[in-house]
Every structure is written in C-alpha cells, then in structure tokens.
C-alpha cells in the first residue's frame, strides 16, 4: 500500500526553464572554465548545488579548492536570485492536479529537492502552493545532514508525514540522482520522468521502476506497478 509519493522541484513539478542549471553553467564558466550545458546536467542535475558545482568542476580532471568551489557557489546564488525574481515560474503540466488525484486515494505528496530552504520557499509561492493544501510536505538540502544520492531528504519526509516506512514511499524526480536515492531509501518504486533535466536514455541508467513522460502519467503507473507487486509470490526460504 503506498501512502507516500516524495516528488522532486525543478523539472518534476516545477517548471522553471532549467535555470537552475543554466546559472551552474554561468556560474562556473564566469571563473574561467568552458563547460557545455549538456556536461553541466549530465554531473549536477539533481544535486546539492554547491555539490554539484564541485562535481562540475572536477570535469576537467584537475585538483580544485574547496575555496574556488565555494567562492563560485556564492555567485551562483547572487546570479539565481536575480535569475528567480525574473522569471515566470510555472508548475509543471497537471502537477496539481496529480497532487489532488493521489490525495483522493489517500497518498501524501512532499517535495524534497537539491535547493536550500529559502530557494524553494519562494519557488513554491510563486506557484502559490501551500503545505498543507496542495502539498503535505517539503524537504529541502539545508534540511539533512546529507543530500542526494543518501536517502536523508526522504527518510526526513517520512517523519515529516507519519508514513509507516520506506516501503510504502515512491520517488519520482528528473535526473539518475532522484532514482539513485529513492533506492538508497529502500522506496518500493522509482520512477525517473523526461520533463526535465536528463533523457530517457540517461535515467533508464539508473534503472527505475519505469519511466514516465508526463506528471499524470504517475497515477497508472502506480496502479499496474502495485498489482504487480501484489500479485507476486512471496519468496520462500
């Protein structure tokens, strides 16, 4: 029986034109570096954003200081704040309306993310969401003490909600990273989506439950993926 569905933000629920990623790339590349965006998503999508901008720049095979990293992580948050105030956030196709179908039967929603806590609070009141109305929960990288691909964000959200246990959780995010760490939680389904920062070919990698190409497409997944852990026979010793 799932009782809880943790969702990724930007490029899962929250369609914010893949800013986040685009300001990484600025970010970095304004200390000097050339990295394309496509090398940029394929290391940071999903990630703790200082995290990522190490992991970026550990793409050209040289020794970076935790300095440089954390000097570059200040700009990108100066440049994405800007970023933020300008730009029309918008949810992702139906997200809420996913929210309410999954509440009609019973199943809670959080939003767990690479963000920190203020980044997604003022993410979520553009779109005009509350907790407690169209979400039950958010958790956040400033919120644990480690962050994705550990399963610290979705275990915080099982608190958070009363879930019984990670068996009863499923994880839907945009990048391997969200697959990597619902798995790491012990969730009895992961399922990756193409609506955002990485390709069906790129999350099949981490070999999800499924793959999804659109938000409402969750609620039949759920449904066939349930029946058929259901009717499975149990394993004997």
């Excluded at 200040?74 to 994405?80: G, T």
């Excluded at 938000?215 to 852990?229: H, R, V, Y």
């Amino acid at each position: 029986m799932i009782e809880l569905v943790v969702f990724d933000m930007a490029g899962t629920t929250v369609d914010e034109g893949n800013v986040v990623y685009k300001t990484v790339r600025e970010s970095v590349n304004a200390a000097g570096y050339e990295f394309s965006q496509e090398q940029v998503q394929a290391v940071a999508a999903g990630k703790e954003k200082l995290q990522a901008i190490r992991d970026v720049l550990a793409l050209d095979g040289e020794v970076h200081s935790e300095e440089e990293a954390a000097s570059i992580f200040e700009d990108f948050k100066r440049r994405l704040t800007t970023a933020y105030q300008q730009l029309d956030v918008r949810e992702q196709p139906d997200a809420s309306l996913v929210f309410r179908q999954l509440r009609s039967k019973g199943i809670k929603s959080v939003l767990n993310t690479g963000y920190d806590r203020t980044t997604a609070e003022s993410l979520i009141d553009k779109l005009g969401w509350v907790v407690g109305r169209e979400i039950d929960g958010l958790v956040t990288a400033s919120d644990v003490a480690n962050n994705r691909p550990h399963p610290d964000m979705i275990h915080r959200a099982i608190a958070l909600v009363g879930c019984s246990s990670s068996l009863a959780v499923v994880k839907v995010g945009d990048s391997q990273i969200d697959i990597e760490e619902g798995k790491n939680a012990g969730c009895a389904m992961t399922f990756g989506i193409t609506t955002g920062a990485q390709s069906e070919s790129q999350l099949r990698e981490a070999q999800p439950t499924a793959v999804l190409h659109a938000l409402p497409e969750l609620i039949d997944a759920l449904t066939s993926q349930g029946t058929q852990l259901a009717s499975r026979e149990p394993t004997t010793v």
